[in-house]
């Protein structure tokens, strides 16, 4: 069973902190993912990584970077977090390739910056 | 563009009645397309893929390439089916592009 965990549930935050997000898939997935999930928006890709060490900008990568030191665990930095952040995270994962591309989700952090 | 449209932001139907939440995509290519759903305070999952042709708690997808859709249906509504149900499209690199979401509810 594939099991993608994500460091904090809920997570409270002061305009201009620095916020570390966590994820990390035991299912030696090569690609991982971070989306943020407001209502009426959907899920929108912030970043996503193919491989230990590479990583891709998604369509709203501004305020955010990511890191992928190992392969298991992708991280998902705020260098300055700013209430418009305030958001749900899903951090997933997916095996890729042709017909591989089902993404196996966290449970999500809701981020609250204050 | 690739784009994923979900037309209806709340569904609202009859336990027992059927149900039909809509998908269009724009995508040049040969697409490849999902059904996620997510239910009360559980994770995102996967409810269905086309490529699978498959029925899933009684829902089914068709992809209609003509039309460039694939809703998903259901003939006889369940009180557990109330959830939130994402539309999503991958596109052949390594993003999959989602709709921005349908609430069903299904009143007793």
Same mark, same amino acid.
């Given at each position: 069973d594939v099991k993608v965990t994500q460091s904090s549930r809920y997570l409270v935050k002061r305009t201009g902190e620095k916020v570390f997000l966590e994820c990390v898939q035991d299912m030696d997935h090569e690609n991982m993912f971070w989306y943020r999930q407001d209502p009426g928006l959907g899920l929108r890709l912030i970043y996503f990584s193919y491989d230990v060490k590479m990583k891709e900008k998604g369509d709203i990568p501004e305020g955010y970077s990511v890191s992928r030191e190992k392969k298991e665990r992708f991280s998902l930095i705020l260098e300055s977090a700013s209430t418009n952040q305030t958001s749900m995270y899903l951090c997933a994962s997916s095996p890729g390739g042709p017909g591989n591309n089902e993404q196996f989700f966290g449970p999500g952090t809701r981020l609250t910056v204050l | 563009? @690739?784009? *994923?449209? @979900? =037309?209806?932001? !709340? !569904? $609202? *139907?009859?336990?027992?009645? =059927? *149900?039909? !939440?809509?998908?269009? #995509? +724009? #995508? +040049?290519? $040969?697409p490849e397309l999902f059904w996620y759903v997510q239910y009360s305070r559980q994770r995102l999952q996967l409810l269905l893929r086309h490529i699978s042709r498959e029925s899933i708690k009684g829902f089914t997808a068709d992809l209609n390439k003509g039309e460039t859709s694939f809703h998903l249906k259901k003939p006889f509504a369940q009180e557990e089916d109330s959830a939130m149900y994402y539309c999503a499209l991958h596109t052949g690199?390594?993003?999959?592009i989602f709709g921005a979401g349908t609430r069903l509810f299904v009143k007793a």
């Open positions: - | 563009a @690739q784009r *994923v449209t @979900q =037309p209806e932001k !709340l !569904l $609202s *139907v009859f336990k027992g009645a =059927p *149900v039909e !939440l809509k998908c269009n #995509y +724009s #995508y +040049s290519g $040969s690199g390594f993003k999959t």
